[in-house]
């Protein structure tokens, strides 16, 4: 079993990557780690599972920016001799399979050729109109009552109808594809079972597309020039969905919450949409969907932040804590507004493996649009509970609520019911 280095010696035991300061407290405990063992530490995963996590920004940026050392590509893990097939983390870190998120090199960039061009042709005129009307809808359902959690009815929701839709599934389906997708980021007893279903809604998508090709990304991507399987097709469409949804979704609600909670934010709630670009831009930086992404491994032992990385040694970028370094950051705040209009944050990757352009433009364009939505239909939106009593969503690796329980004066539905 390969153990990383210790970072101070043999009498430094690797951090456990699990506790309540991920949660409550992880602007702080990347602070610490930063102090007690520098740029790259050694963690312990689930099942005492060893890795790097990359906190500094430069290191970040390094290990992003070279693909050749540091590719995605997780057949080199020099740990699967330790990985149980139940693995909780296993979904998150995946297994070799030919799709744009779990293949590295040549391999990747075919794949990243075919959904790139097809992701790009998505119209933001369109896209927009989309997420207005799908963020009617949902708001409908409970606009007229007065109360509602923003995370269960509109957060969690939206995104993943919306890129149902961009990918071309018909509306009816909608609802199904975000249940699924919405168990499979959970975590749970039904995760297993929700990606198969998962994959079976993308399937039956591939075929009907050959069939009939329409305006959407499945069609575009079927009618690029280079041979795919319907596997191929298939496993992408799953990551360009549950890739786009979750992380757009807690984009969304910690959004939604920071306007709730700070008062520079006060006068987004009136119609200031300026606020809500900014809002969203400052969560990327202080608050980012998500905190640690997995992962790199190393093509052979090399050395990185001062700590020796074996050959196969797996590396988790903390996002969020390079977005923290002190050595890239002149206000180190949780609410500090130095950082506004400033994109260089790392929350969508860097390098090749980044989250592809035209992806974070939908993203945006998606969230924006949302909320914006929201906030002019219900404008006087209050937290019910203190804001500390929020819950954060029990991961190191993301970062969003499980509620964000308001209320709010009712309003009329679109079709004029009260």
Same mark, same amino acid.
Request: with cysteine; charged share 20%.
């Given at each position: 079993?390969?153990?990383?280095?210790?970072?101070?010696?043999?009498?430094?035991?690797?951090?456990?990557?699990?506790?309540?300061? &991920?949660?409550?407290?992880?602007?702080?405990?990347?602070?610490?780690?930063?102090?007690?063992?520098?740029?790259?530490?050694?963690?312990?995963?689930?099942?005492?599972?060893?890795?790097?996590?990359?906190?500094?920004?430069?290191?970040?940026?390094?290990?992003?920016?070279?693909?050749?050392?540091?590719?995605?590509?997780?057949?080199?893990?020099?740990?699967?001799?330790?990985?149980?097939?139940?693995?909780?983390?296993?979904?998150?870190?995946?297994? $070799?399979?030919?799709?744009?998120? @779990?293949?590295?090199?040549?391999?990747?960039?075919?794949?990243?050729?075919?959904?790139?061009?097809?992701? %790009?042709?998505?119209?933001? @005129?369109?896209?927009?109109?989309?997420?207005?009307?799908?963020?009617?809808?949902?708001?409908?359902? &409970?606009?007229?009552?007065?109360?509602?959690?923003?995370?269960?009815?509109?957060?969690?929701?939206?995104?993943?109808?919306?890129?149902?839709?961009?990918?071309? /599934?018909?509306?009816?389906?909608?609802?199904?594809?975000?249940?699924?997708?919405?168990?499979?980021?959970?975590? #749970?007893?039904?995760?297993?079972?929700?990606?198969?279903? /998962?994959?079976?809604?993308? @399937?039956?998508?591939?075929?009907?597309?050959?069939?009939?090709?329409?305006?959407?990304?499945?069609?575009?991507? !079927?009618?690029?020039?280079?041979? /795919?399987?319907?596997?191929?097709?298939?496993?992408?469409?799953?990551?360009?969905?549950?890739?786009?949804?979750?992380?757009?979704?807690?984009?969304?609600?910690?959004?939604?919450?920071?306007?709730?909670?700070?008062?520079? @934010?006060?006068?987004?709630?009136?119609?200031?949409?300026?606020?809500?670009?900014?809002?969203?831009? %400052?969560?990327?930086?202080?608050?980012? $969907?998500?905190?640690?992404?997995?992962?790199?491994?190393?093509? =052979?032992?090399?050395?990185?932040?001062?700590?020796?990385?074996?050959?196969?040694?797996?590396?988790?970028?903390?996002?969020?804590?390079?977005?923290?370094?002190?050595?890239?950051?002149?206000?180190?705040?949780?609410?500090?507004?130095?950082?506004?209009?400033?994109?260089?944050?790392?929350? &969508?990757?860097?390098?090749?493996? =980044?989250? $592809? /352009?035209?992806?974070?433009?939908?993203? %945006? !364009?998606?969230?924006?649009?949302?909320?914006?939505?929201?906030?002019?239909?219900?404008?006087?939106?209050?937290?019910?509970?203190?804001?500390?009593?929020?819950?954060?969503?029990?991961?190191? &690796?993301?970062? #969003?609520?499980?509620?964000?329980?308001?209320?709010?004066? $009712?309003?009329?539905?679109?079709?004029?019911?009260?």
């Amino acid at each position: 079993m390969t153990h990383p280095t210790p970072a101070h010696g043999a009498g430094c035991p690797a951090v456990p990557l699990s506790g309540d300061r &991920f949660h409550t407290d992880p602007l702080g405990l990347y602070r610490d780690m930063r102090r007690d063992r520098g740029p790259v530490v050694p963690v312990e995963l689930p099942g005492s599972i060893p890795a790097w996590l990359v906190i500094g920004y430069r290191e970040l940026h390094q290990v992003a920016s070279d693909g050749e050392l540091f590719p995605r590509d997780v057949s080199l893990w020099n740990q699967w001799g330790n990985v149980p097939d139940d693995w909780p983390l296993l979904p998150m870190v995946g297994r $070799p399979a030919p799709s744009i998120y @779990f293949t590295a090199g040549t391999e990747h960039r075919r794949h990243a050729a075919m959904v790139g061009p097809a992701l %790009e042709e998505v119209d933001p @005129f369109e896209l927009r109109r989309h997420s207005e009307e799908l963020a009617d809808r949902l708001i409908d359902a &409970f606009c007229d009552r007065g109360t509602a959690d923003l995370v269960a009815e509109f957060s969690m929701l939206l995104p993943v109808l919306v890129l149902a839709r961009l990918v071309g /599934f018909p509306d009816a389906d909608g609802a199904q594809i975000a249940k699924v997708i919405n168990e499979l980021a959970d975590g #749970g007893p039904g995760a297993q079972q929700a990606q198969i279903s /998962f994959a079976e809604h993308m @399937f039956k998508l591939v075929a009907a597309k050959h069939a009939e090709p329409g305006d959407d990304v499945t069609s575009r991507m !079927i009618a690029d020039p280079a041979p /795919f399987t319907d596997e191929e097709y298939a496993l992408d469409l799953m990551a360009i969905t549950a890739a786009g949804h979750l992380p757009t979704a807690d984009w969304i609600g910690n959004s939604i919450r920071l306007m709730l909670t700070d008062d520079r @934010f006060a006068a987004a709630l009136s119609g200031g949409r300026h606020s809500v670009a900014e809002a969203m831009n %400052e969560v990327l930086w202080e608050d980012a $969907p998500t905190q640690i992404l997995a992962g790199r491994w190393a093509v =052979r032992d090399t050395t990185l932040g001062g700590q020796s990385v074996r050959a196969g040694d797996m590396l988790l970028l903390g996002l969020a804590a390079a977005n923290a370094d002190p050595l890239i950051r002149q206000d180190l705040s949780p609410r500090g507004s130095g950082q506004s209009g400033n994109s260089a944050h790392l929350s &969508f990757g860097h390098g090749e493996y =980044r989250c $592809p /352009f035209p992806a974070q433009e939908i993203a %945006e !364009i998606l969230a924006r649009t949302g909320i914006e939505v929201l906030l002019d239909r219900l404008p006087d939106i209050d937290l019910t509970v203190p804001a500390d009593a929020l819950v954060r969503r029990p991961s190191s &690796f993301l970062r #969003g609520m499980t509620s964000l329980p308001v209320s709010f004066t $009712p309003v009329r539905t679109t079709g004029g019911h009260l």
